[in-house]
């Protein structure tokens, strides 16, 4: 019998995330989309049905952080998987609910805290590893991390350590956004998690060791596929904490790529204490959050889409040896933003985050990655997942010593 799936959010990536759901339902039962707020999945189900996707897809509403109206949904639904593409806020209310009802798991991100900003790493064991024995204990498979960084990164890790390496020595993640969405500044995602990546300090795993930066103190021009020399800077990173504990005697790091006038409006704001989430008082006895205000004016993420030029170039740098011999590869993806909104109605950056959940949740309903058990994505067989991204629409690369190929 086919699981039911059921979708937690309706942003920008749970938009994509629907979207191939409805292109690839023969693969599941029912599929639900749950959102605190009922007509933005009402909206999505409106663009999923102008593609012709006659699937029923019943929207409902949900307050993800309650874990008890989780599991009551879960139940209600009969559903067997749950993508939960919502804000990383509510990661573990509903990761507890799937537990508890027996729901296999998938997030494309850590957990958060709203009150709690780069912790200590490694970030998963703050939360998710801590139920590890629950979810095995309750025979849950639950898979953190599959959007794309994290997710398809950490299986281009893991193709490289099945395929090329007998030891990796390094890791570089480089994720470039050669894009532009004509607006004078906005973020491709919501804009409070992301500017929490990139105001507290910036945490790689190198020579055996937790290292810390400022951000944007360390960076670097990269000649890439397709978009060509970009400068991208040290960041810290979800897949840099459990890639460190499969690899620890590789240097994990992640670079992502800015331009200048993001880097000098970003620094603009830290400095005025716009980007701060504690409450400040107005002279009219306002209190107000800056850094919910800053989100408040900026565009939403989803409102981009259909302006949207350019490309991404997302891939590995591994480094390792092979019988005794050194050597390197990149692996990698390129999207297109048009080709992305002309397919689901998103940019780029939501497609590259919101198709992977969906081949997750189909390799669990195929039986390869019910594993029954927490896994991140790098613990889990690679090639099934990558040459089924490149059926959806995520192509891999390679370029290694035989050129530049797909995987």
């Given at each position: 019998m086919k699981p039911n799936v059921l979708i937690i959010g309706a942003g920008g990536v749970a938009q994509v995330t629907a979207h191939k759901c409805a292109q690839w339902a023969a693969e599941f039962g029912a599929i639900h989309i749950a959102s605190r707020t009922r007509s933005k999945a009402d909206a999505i189900v409106d663009g999923i049905r102008a593609k012709g996707h006659e699937a029923a897809i019943p929207t409902h509403t949900l307050d993800a952080s309650d874990s008890a109206a989780v599991a009551a949904l879960i139940r209600e639904l009969e559903a067997g998987i749950v993508i939960n593409v919502g804000s990383p806020f509510v990661n573990m209310p509903v990761l507890n609910a799937c537990i508890e009802t027996g729901a296999a798991y998938i997030d494309t991100a850590i957990h958060e805290e709203p009150d709690k900003i780069n912790e200590a790493p490694p970030w998963y064991a703050n939360y998710e590893w801590k139920r590890r024995e629950d979810a095995a204990a309750a025979g849950v498979t639950a898979v953190l991390g599959a959007g794309f960084d994290p997710g398809v990164v950490n299986a281009y890790a893991r193709l490289a350590e099945d395929e090329y390496f007998d030891e990796i020595t390094s890791i570089d993640i480089v994720d470039v956004n050669a894009g532009s969405h004509g607006r004078y500044f906005a973020t491709n995602f919501d804009p409070e998690i992301n500017f929490r990546e990139f105001t507290g300090k910036v945490y790689t795993w190198q020579g055996g060791e937790w290292r810390v930066n400022e951000m944007f103190e360390v960076g670097r021009e990269w000649d890439l596929p397709v978009v060509g020399k970009r400068s991208a800077y040290l960041s810290g990173h979800d897949e840099i904490h459990s890639l460190a504990a499969r690899?620890?005697?590789?240097?994990?790091?992640?670079?992502?790529?800015?331009?200048?006038?993001?880097?000098?409006?970003?620094?603009?704001?830290?400095?005025?204490?716009?980007?701060?989430?504690?409450?400040?008082?107005?002279?009219?006895?306002?209190?107000?959050?800056?850094?919910?205000?800053?989100?408040?004016?900026?565009?939403?993420?989803?409102?981009?889409?259909?302006?949207?030029?350019?490309?991404?170039?997302?891939?590995?740098?591994?480094?390792?040896?092979?019988?005794?011999?050194?050597?390197?590869?990149?692996?990698?993806?390129?999207?297109?933003?048009?080709?992305?909104?002309?397919?689901?109605?998103?940019?780029?950056?939501?497609?590259?985050?919101?198709?992977?959940?969906?081949?997750?949740?189909?390799?669990?309903?195929?039986?390869?990655?019910?594993?029954?058990?927490?896994?991140?994505?790098?613990?889990?067989?690679?090639?099934?997942?990558?040459?089924?991204?490149?059926?959806?629409?995520l192509p891999t690369r390679v370029i290694d010593a035989e050129g530049d190929r797909p995987i």
């Open positions: 690899y620890p005697q590789a240097d994990v790091r992640f670079w992502m790529g800015f331009g200048e006038h993001y880097i000098n409006v970003f620094t603009v704001l830290k400095n005025l204490g716009l980007l701060s989430e504690h409450p400040v008082t107005t002279a009219e006895g306002l209190e107000v959050v800056p850094l919910k205000l800053v989100k408040a004016v900026l565009p939403d993420p989803a409102s981009l889409a259909p302006d949207y030029e350019g490309k991404t170039c997302i891939g590995d740098l591994v480094k390792g040896t092979r019988d005794g011999q050194p050597g390197e590869v990149f692996i990698y993806n390129v999207a297109d933003h048009a080709e992305a909104h002309a397919e689901v109605g998103s940019q780029g950056i939501s497609y590259t985050a919101g198709v992977p959940p969906v081949a997750a949740a189909i390799l669990i309903a195929r039986g390869p990655w019910d594993v029954k058990r927490m896994a991140n994505v790098e613990d889990l067989p690679a090639r099934p997942f990558l040459d089924l991204l490149g059926e959806m629409g």
